[in-house]
């Protein structure tokens, strides 16, 4: 933020004042009435990710996700639940591109709507564990001292958990139900195991923070403390935040999964990719497409929000390429 | 002399012998080997006398024996008891035991084991779930070492019956072993605590791994068992089930998923695939009563707010289900659509079909009459446990069927556990669809619907039905008994008190080397003729 | 350092302590409980009743959690309602396959993680790096059941099943039954697909960090200094940049673990292995709830344990760091 703009001051300053005559420059340094600006850090980031084979390609499947699933009761040729009783397992064909399943549901209508599911389950929980974690890492770390450490040891006991245990026991505790409240259900169980990794990120951040100078400054001034928090130490912790935002929706989506694989998850007729992985493995002899395609969709879903995760992280920090 | 003729005859003479002593030889048992099976449920515990479930009692057939058997045409043979008599009055079953039998551990199979184990299954600080069976039972006496007569309170007609295979049958328990070991020690197959009759003794069992059971040497009949040792697995998935049995690596698949059935002879068209008529009912049960005040099983019962108007039931059960469409969808045909209680392969059933076809306008009118409809669409909930796959699939395909008559129904799925919890302790629910226990007789299912027991589930409450069975159990001449079968099949559809789907059906699947094998369904399930051909 | 090791040993005990108190909590909150499933065909109302006081099921949690933990420190990790059996036998005999698997996923992971690393750090940005980061890319992308999924496809239906699809042979030695199944080969062919499918996420992971921790180190002046001393590359990177960079890793790998319980659950699942993940969701359904009580001590244990581990490797792997 504050540094690239720095940096570029400085390459002004080498420049107007250095040794190097104006034959020896870079030919596009040299071009007359190019005034140097200074770019806003959003700016820098969005040129980097720009330039990012990865991100790139990440941020289109992202994007196309995100459409398939708003958009899933247009593009789905036909109805996910509506059983057609007479074709049962059939193959795929002009009708049906990705055949039927048991129960004569058309696969295809079923893997669209499935990015529904997924991607509601993916970002809520993300969104959830923020809403609940980057506060705990804010008390955590700013007010210190007893909330500190309160807030921290139950961190370390959920981080401590294996990840399914706590999930499994979670989904088993409530009845399951199917539609909303289950979903409610599967988004709760992911979110609890994120909460900790937000607030430990927010707490560090604030931590290094805190010692600055600037805050020091900023007291001494009169700012009150939630200013301070908004305006200087919450924007520092952005980038991480994120970053790691992205990745864990990616996360998220593969424990919904791994969920419904053993039978946890979301629960039937809502379409669920894990779900359809599962009860279609038992056919995969003869109609192995049935349980490979909500797999592949998985697959590329979660590798859509890791690429464009990934080149995030890139774009808002190059140090840590 | 042409001596054509008699070369002739001479050659086909050599060839027939040698054809018979070959055939001959083909069909001589070869002793040896290890069988493995794979279950596709978990054993729940091995002491014989309260473990639920089918694995833990085809276990028990082998490890254990009792005093009769049943053949799959309904004789009945002896185990340990050589010869039975009953008296005229059918209240006196005399049982003369074989010389030879003994427990693993050594000890007589005598009279006083027999008083011995009939009584302990009698006594209800045992919990044993065949208790209600022996309820007819007056009181067993040791007539001498090898004679044992049972007494009853009134004729049962189906004693032999359920001494030979309701759930176990009679399983024999040695009192020394009894005594000596404590109930967990049994449970857990602690080594020696485990002790039967049977032609194998129990060699190790560890849940979640196998169970190994080993031939014993002084089994009362001579030459069997021909196997050295029978080797059980649990392998709950059937598609990984199907790769190891293609691989060879299972020699008997003691039920098999029929979802997978076609796959499975497809892949391994030399196996040897064994099925019958059902014997098993999948029911859709609807609740009757709920309890008044809220409390779970208790005496004051409200009907329930659906399902109690009898003509709920008729329009939702009777004739709003096709129940041709739930057997082609969810069993690919392989069932029979059948409306009565009694599966289509059990004694004395019944086609009841026609008393509840199809008829989804007359479902509408009815529902119409009680006052569902557009303005008032009726709501229900179906739960459904993931024991099966195949229940979510006949929920689902209810659900469908509902819908066409403006019916909403919502499925619910729970674990099994869950399914047991809310099913047996009066918990709130609609529908469910379940198959529950094979029927060798239809008064095995007394426990399932008597007003008195847990396992009646829709609580419907109703007397009469009690009486029904009571009748039935006394009856001993069998033409009557049938007549008495079908009153009550027509009775339960009439009331809608049992609402039945279809059969459940049930395979085996066995290595074409495997032979020795006899087909009894779920009932009887034996090692001890087996032998493996290569 | 001994004292430093009693000092994390006893730091251990609370966090074990909260996390079987939590799963003891949320168990008993769950609908239903063993009892039913216990009786099974014999269940009557009064029977439940009896039984449940007979387990000292209907005390309080909080009495029967201090129950279970006094028994615990003699030694008995109590019997299972279900099928009487003791807890810690159970899971002493599932221990070894379990740990098997995750040992070698783990040598899995670090197998294909350490060279393809290498060469990301030393060939960065170019195709043979792009690799590398793309298919580890892949690997952290997909679920580990589906990778399963596709291994028993490839190796167990097809190509005539040269790959066992389910079960376990042990390693000659180790068998903790009367019969087992005993063979070297059969071993490695029982663990291959599934150490296969567990480890290559973590393989993912590791190519990731390790590749970033060794382009840092490779940056930072002392590595500058070695090679102008004159060192040729190859000391270099492996003395210098991988034993450095390796200290992220492990720490990240001791945190792995985590996930690594996790995707043994679905992994043996899926293999139907006789291992603690299979022993944990069965006892989690059938609500045996000392059963799940000995699933969490373990998998407490393992995580607390291999946390320690790692940090004692620190020691080994940077001489700076030692602890009082």
Redesign the interface.
Known sequence: MANGGDSLRMKQRTISGGALNEAALPARVAVPGLRARSESPVEQAIRRLRKSTTAVIGAVIVIGLILVALFADVLAPQSPIVSDQAQTFARPSAEHPLGTDQLGRDMLSRVIHGSRVSLAVGVSSVVLALFVGVPLGLIAGYVGGRADSVVMRVMDLILAFPVYLLAIIIMIMFTPTAGLLGTIKVVGAIAIVRVPIYARLVRGSVLSIKEKEFIEACRALGVRDPMIILRHVLPNCLAPIIVTTTLGIATAIIVEATLSFLGLGTQPPTPSWGWDLKANVAFIQANAWLSLFPGLAIFVTVLGFNLFGDGLRDALDPRLK | MNRRPFLFALTALVVSLVLVSGSALAQTPKRGGTLRVSYGNEIAHLDFHTAPGYEMMWVAMNVGCGLVNITPDGKFVGDAADSWQVSSDHLTYTFKLRPNVLFHDGTPVDAAAVKFSIDRLRDPATKSGMRTFYDPVHSVEVLDPRTVQVRLKQPYGFFLHMLAAYRTGLILYSPTATQKFSVDDRKQGKPGAVVGCGPFRLIEWVKGGHLVMERFDKYFVPGLPYLDRVVIRTIKDPVTEMAAFKAGEIDFIASFSPEHVDTLKAQTPNSVIMTGKETTPMKAAMKVTVPKDGKPMSKERAPHPIFGDLRVRKAIGCYGIDRNEIVKIAFKGKATAWVGMNPPGTLDTVDVNGMCPYDPAKAKAMLAEVGYGPSKPLTFEIMADTEKSVFNVIATVVKEQMARLGVTANIRLVDKVSWMNTSLQDGPWDMYVEDLLSLLTLDSNAYLSNTTSSWSHERHNDKRVDEFYARYAREIDPVKRKAIAKEIQEFFVENMYWNNISGSPFYMVAQPWMKGYTYNAEFEVHYHRVWLDK | MRIYILKRLLQMVP?IL??TF??FL??Q??????V??L???????E?AVK?RQAYGLDKPVLVQYLIWLGKLVQGDWG?SI?????VLQ?VL??LPVTMELIVLSMGVALVIAIPAAIIGALRQNTWPDYTATSVA??G???????VG??L??AF??GLN?IL?????VYLPGTCP???CGVSLWGNVQHVLMPAFALGIGRAAILTRLLR?SM?EVIRTEYVTTARAKGLSERPVVFKHALKNALIPTVTVMGLQV??L???A??IE????M?GLG?????A????DYQQVQG??LI??LS??IINLLVDLAYTFLDPRIRYA
């Open positions: 966090t909260m996390i939590v799963v949320m168990m909150s769950i609908p239903g409980d063993p039913v499933a009786l099974g065909d014999a269940y009557t109302d029977d039984i019997a279900l099928t009487g059996r003791p159970d005999v599932r890319m892949i952290v992308s997909i679920p580990e059941f589906f999924v596709l028993l496809l167990s239906f099943g066992p699809s389910s079960g376990w039954n009367m019969v970033a382009l985590g996930f319980i996790g995707g659950i679905v699942t899926l293999f139907a006789p299979t022993f944990g969701i069965d989690i359904i059938a609500r699933f969490a998998t407490a995580f607390v």
